[in-house]
């Protein structure tokens, strides 16, 4: 065994895990549906998401199957700067640096500032997604100005964030100001004292 991964039954196989199939490619597990029809055999399909392609498709398999679960590495990882070809991470142990496709990141750009760190998953060495903390602390860059008496409830006015990111926030909100967002909805969460 190669110490990267292991044998297991699909019946074990659950969500959220990383599973190296015959093609030699790695897919995490979007979702899985186990039917046991009567005194028929069990039928187990599986979501998977190809992790290198992003494609998703749907998997019958045999729940008494093997197949490969993969082990993956999760680094703690400080983003330092763009470059034309994606954004260059450093490994904040062993100060190793490396740049993760544009691809790869998705949004991650709109939420993270340079010097800021984010978990980034690794299988045999190489990085295969990018996980930010579920908030982030940005200034307000360009909005409205304040409305003076204005509360919680009242409307929403758009900003503008130091990342380029915008956010619908209460109108007392002011530029120069910073606020935490959440980064997976990509909503305002509240006001920063600073």
């Known amino acids: 065994m190669g110490g990267t991964v292991a044998s297991i ?9 990383v599973i190296v199939r015959d093609d030699g490619q790695l897919y995490i597990v979007v979702d899985r549906d186990l039917r046991t029809p009567g005194n028929l055999p069990s ?72 010097g800021e760190k984010a978990k980034v998953t690794f299988h045999d060495s190489q990085p295969l997604s990018v996980e930010l903390p579920t908030s982030v602390v940005l200034e307000i860059t360009e909005t409205d100005p304040s409305l003076k008496g204005a509360t919680a409830t009242a409307q929403k006015k758009s900003a503008t964030l130091e990342t380029g990111l915008k956010v619908m926030v209460p109108p007392f909100l002011s530029k120069g100001e910073k606020i935490e967002v959440n980064t997976e909805t990509g909503e305002y969460v509240g006001r920063v004292k600073t």
């Open 43 to 114: 039928k187990l399909t599986l979501k998977l998401k190809n992790l290198k392609t992003g494609y998703v498709t749907d998997n019958r398999v045999h729940p008494e199957d093997k197949v490969e679960q993969a082990y993956l590495d999760k680094r703690d990882m400080q983003y330092l700067y763009k470059e034309s070809d994606g954004f260059v991470f450093m490994d904040t142990e062993t100060y190793d640096q490396l740049t993760i496709s544009t691809d790869m990141c998705g949004d991650l750009p709109l939420y993270l500032k340079e």
């Open 9 to 17: 039954l699909y019946s074990d196989v659950r969500k959220g895990m």
